[in-house]
C-alpha cells in the first residue's frame, strides 16, 4: 500500500509579501509542517502545509481570513497520492511507460495540484510530471503516461474540476507519444 500525507492543504497569493505573511498565521494556527513555500510566476506565493485533516483546514482557513484580497486559488486534499508529492518535488523513479501522455493545463497552481491527484486516483497511470507556474506566465500542468485507455480516463477525471471552476486551459491525450518528445519535456 502506497504511504500518504494525511493531508496537504495549499494557498496561492498574488502578493509575494502577503504570501510571506500568510504562512507565518498558517504554521501559527495550527500543528502543520510547511510542505513547501515559494515564489513563483508572475509575482504569485504559494504556501503548502502538510498534517492531520483538522489541523491542515485551520490552517487553510485562517490563511484564507488573512489574505482575503490577495487570494488567487487554495485547497485541502486528505489522502494526497504521493505520485503527485513525488512528482511536484521533481523526485519521479523509473515508470512503467506507456502508449499514451496526457497533459492538463491550469491557470494556477493549486487547481493543477488538485487535478494530477484527482487523475492519479482515477486510473492506473504514472504522474510524472507537476510543474507549478515557474517560467509559464503562472500557469501549470501535469503530465501522465500509461495505456491510452487509462490515461484516458485519468485526464478526464482530473480536467474535470479545473473546468468546474473555470482554471482549465487544456487537456490532451497524445496515443503513442514519440520518445524524443517524451525526453525533452521530462
Do not use: W
Not at 491542515?56 to 486534499?77: M, N, P, R, T, Y
Not at 482515477?122 to 510530471?129: I, K, N, R, S, T
Amino acid at each position: 500500500m502506497e504511504s500518504q500525507l494525511q493531508a496537504v492543504g495549499m494557498i496561492e497569493f498574488n502578493s509575494i509579501a502577503g504570501g510571506i505573511e500568510g504562512a507565518d498565521y498558517m504554521v501559527k494556527a495550527a500543528l502543520v509542517e510547511p510542505f513547501m513555500m515559494k515564489t513563483i510566476c508572475p509575482g504569485k506565493f504559494v504556501v503548502a502545509v502538510h498534517g492531520e485533516v483538522a489541523a491542515v483546514q485551520a490552517s487553510v482557513d485562517v490563511g484564507l481570513e488573512f489574505g482575503k484580497d490577495a487570494i488567487i486559488d487554495h485547497f485541502i486534499i486528505p489522502n494526497i497520492s504521493m505520485d503527485v508529492i513525488n512528482a511536484i518535488a521533481g523526485t519521479v523513479g523509473d515508470f512503467r511507460g506507456g502508449a499514451a501522455l496526457g497533459v492538463i493545463e491550469t491557470f494556477s497552481a493549486a487547481s493543477c495540484v488538485v487535478a494530477a491527484d484527482a487523475a492519479s486516483k482515477a486510473a492506473e497511470v504514472d504522474v510524472l510530471d507537476v510543474r507549478l507556474a515557474m517560467g509559464l506566465g503562472g500557469k501549470a500542468f501535469c503530465l501522465l503516461a500509461g495505456d491510452v485507455g487509462a490515461v484516458t480516463m485519468a485526464i478526464g477525471a482530473g480536467a474535470a474540476g479545473a473546468a468546474e471552476g473555470g482554471l482549465l486551459v487544456r487537456q490532451v491525450v497524445i496515443p503513442g507519444i514519440s520518445p524524443q518528445v517524451l525526453r525533452h519535456i521530462l
